[in-house]
């Protein structure tokens, strides 16, 4: 299985942007069971986690985002959302789902470049 990543582009600071991670090819107990998380990749940088949403329904949010950022799941479309407001130029990264556990073979991501 592996997450397929969608929905990022070019914005202004202070713009929004809604990102999509697809896991369909996961069974439906793999996909309700896990928890899902939102990381994000610079260049030359470690990859980051960004937001979680556990398997017991709650989030969690790195401090740079928290109070921006809102992570969500759709389990009957095996969909991951992260909804993303008042975007600074620091959120410009490739973003990427996986399990928090990180279990699956990365996708490719999705760019996010946000412009001052």
């Known amino acids: 299985v592996r997450p397929v990543e969608s929905g990022g582009g070019l914005v202004q600071a202070g713009g929004s942007l809604r990102l999509s991670c697809k896991a369909s090819?996961?069974?439906?107990?793999?996909?309700?069971?896990?928890?899902w998380a939102w990381f994000r990749q610079t260049s030359g940088n470690q990859r980051e986690l960004v937001a979680t949403?556990?398997?017991?329904?709650?989030?969690n949010y790195a401090d740079s985002v928290k109070g921006r950022f809102t992570i969500s799941r759709d389990s009957s479309r095996k969909t991951v959302i992260l909804q993303m407001n008042s975007l600074k130029p620091d959120d410009t990264a490739v973003y990427y789902c996986?399990?928090?556990?990180?279990?699956?073979?990365w996708g490719q991501g999705t760019q996010v470049t946000v412009s001052s």
């Open positions: 949403f556990t398997n017991t329904r709650s989030t």
């Open positions: 090819q996961a069974i439906t107990s793999f996909f309700n069971g896990n928890s």
């Open positions: 996986n399990t928090l556990q990180e279990s699956l073979r």
